[in-house]
C-alpha cells in the first residue's frame, strides 16, 4: 500500500534552518508530483510547495519563496524540504502528499512538527 | 493567495445527517475547478474523502456525498457515526497558488 514516512521535524531557533524529508513506498514515486502542506495549531492546512514528477518543475507559496527548497531523488523514493530563515509563523505540521490524477492529494504522510522557538 | 470559507464547526447526533459548506471564490471554484473534501481524524493523517467534487475515494462509505454548484459545494454526512468526529477541509485548485484549501469544519457527534 502507499506509504508516505515524514521525519527531520524538531525544535529549531528563529532563522535557522531544516530539512524534512518523506520517503515514499508502495507506488511507482517518479510518476507523481510531490506537494508538501503544512498547519499550524488551530488553523486549516496551507499549501507551501509542489516538485514534478521529474523534478523540473518547482512551486511555492509567496510566503516561503526565497527560504524554501524543494527537491526530490527518485532513485531513493524521497522528497525534501529544505527550510532556511525560519521564522515563527513557519511552525506547524508538514505533510508531504501525493497529487492524484487531478489537482487533489490521494495520500498524504503522518506529518512531522516544527517549532520554531528562540 | 485565499482560503475558502468553511464553517468553524458542525454537530449532530449519531443516526442525523449533517452538511458542511464550502464557499469559494472566482479564482478557484468558481473558475471552473473541481473540489475535493479530506477527513482529519484525531492522530491520523488527512484522508481523501471525495475527490472530483463527488466521487468517493476507494474505501469510502456512501453515507458520505458532496456536490458543487458554481463557487459554492457541499459535503453532507447521513447517519452520523462516533467516529466521524473530526476535521473536514474542502479543498481545489488556483493559479496562482496550486492547491488551496478551506479553514475547516470541526465536526462533533454529540
Known amino acids: 500500500q502507499v506509504r508516505l514516512v515524514e521525519s527531520g521535524g524538531g525544535v529549531v531557533q528563529p532563522g535557522k534552518s531544516l530539512r524534512l524529508s518523506c520517503v515514499a513506498s508502495g507506488f511507482s514515486f517518479n510518476y507523481y508530483e510531490m506537494h508538501w502542506v503544512r498547519q499550524a495549531p488551530g488553523k486549516g492546512p496551507e499549501w507551501v510547495a509542489l516538485?514534478?514528477?521529474?523534478?523540473?518543475?518547482?512551486l511555492y507559496r509567496d510566503s516561503v519563496k526565497g527560504r524554501f527548497t524543494v527537491t526530490r531523488d527518485n532513485g531513493r523514493n524521497a522528497v525534501f524540504l529544505q527550510m532556511d530563515n525560519l521564522r515563527q509563523d513557519d511552525m506547524a505540521v508538514y505533510y508531504c502528499a501525493r497529487r492524484g490524477n487531478d489537482y487533489y492529494l490521494d495520500h498524504w504522510g503522518q506529518g512531522a512538527l516544527i517549532t520554531v522557538s528562540s | 493567495q485565499s482560503v475558502m470559507t468553511q464553517p468553524p464547526s458542525v454537530s449532530g447526533a449519531p443516526g442525523q445527517r449533517v452538511t458542511i459548506s464550502c464557499t469559494g471564490s472566482?479564482?478557484?471554484?468558481?473558475?471552473?475547478?473541481?473540489v475535493h473534501w479530506y477527513q482529519h481524524l484525531p492522530g491520523t493523517a488527512p484522508k481523501l474523502l471525495i475527490y472530483s467534487n463527488d466521487v468517493r475515494a476507494s474505501g469510502v462509505p456512501d453515507r458520505f456525498a458532496a456536490s458543487k454548484s458554481g463557487s459554492s459545494a457541499s459535503l453532507v454526512i447521513t447517519a452520523l457515526q462516533a467516529d466521524d468526529e473530526g476535521d473536514y477541509y474542502c479543498?481545489?485548485?488556483?493559479?496562482?497558488?496550486?492547491?488551496?484549501f478551506g479553514g475547516g469544519t470541526k465536526l462533533t457527534v454529540l
Open positions: 472566482s479564482s478557484d471554484l468558481g473558475a471552473g475547478y473541481d
Open positions: 516538485i514534478s514528477s521529474d523534478g523540473s518543475m518547482k
Open positions: 479543498q481545489s485548485h488556483d493559479p496562482s497558488l496550486s492547491v488551496v
